[in-house]
């Protein structure tokens, strides 16, 4: 098996592809080891190499977020604990969890905005969640009020230095382009 790494616009998270799929549908994230434990074997066994402060799967990726260890250090570890985990048959995610995105879920936004929204959700899945995809991450809709879009950013996205300006240069110019009542984004926890 041979797993190529990339980097991401964060230098605290490396991008590492399998060659396989890693999640048939959506995304999952995890911030921590107990979290990670009762729902990915895949991520908890990444949390057991010193210094992984992040885990976030996707459709055939694997970023790994890291505090302030050096990648020269964890890397190997990383891509052995990625090859042992597919060689060894286990599931990615354990049985009860599911790699759906927690999309539609916790959402918010007036009644009336229904095609507003619809219209949102389809540029961010066409236009911006493939590009983010790209560079280990996602964003997904949490809510649309008083022109305010408000996006979770998800894998090598979150904590990344250049998030700001993807959200205010690129997707905040892409809506308002295509939406007129979108008058700002803002990211959300």
């Known amino acids: 098996m041979f797993i190529q790494t990339e980097a991401t616009p964060n230098p605290s998270t490396l991008k590492f592809l399998p060659g396989k799929v890693v999640l ?14 009762a729902a990915s074997p895949l991520a908890a066994r990444l949390f057991g190499i010193p210094g992984v402060k992040g885990v976030f799967l996707g459709y055939d990726f694997i970023t790994v977020t890291k505090d302030d260890a050096d990648w020269q250090h964890m890397k190997p ?32 936004f007036n009644e009336g905005d ?15 969640r493939p590009a983010v995809a790209q560079d280990g ?22 904590g990344c230095p250049s998030s700001t300006a993807t959200l205010k240069h690129g997707v905040q110019n892409l809506l308002r382009h295509f939406v007129p009542e979108v008058q700002e984004v803002e990211a959300v926890a």
Do not use: Q, W
């Open 24 to 37: 048939e549908t959506g995304t999952a994230e995890f911030r921590d080891e107990t979290e990670a434990r």
């Open 77 to 108: 570890a990383i891509l052995g604990n990625i090859m042992e985990h597919f060689m060894s048959g286990l599931p990615v995610l354990a049985g009860g969890a599911l790699g759906g995105s927690d999309e539609d879920e916790g959402e918010f």
């Open 114 to 128: 229904e095609t507003i929204v619809a219209t949102i959700k389809e540029l961010l899945d066409t236009r911006v």
């Open 137 to 158: 991450g996602d964003i997904t809709f949490k809510g649309f009020r008083d022109g305010v879009v408000y996006l979770n950013m998800k894998g090598a996205c979150s």
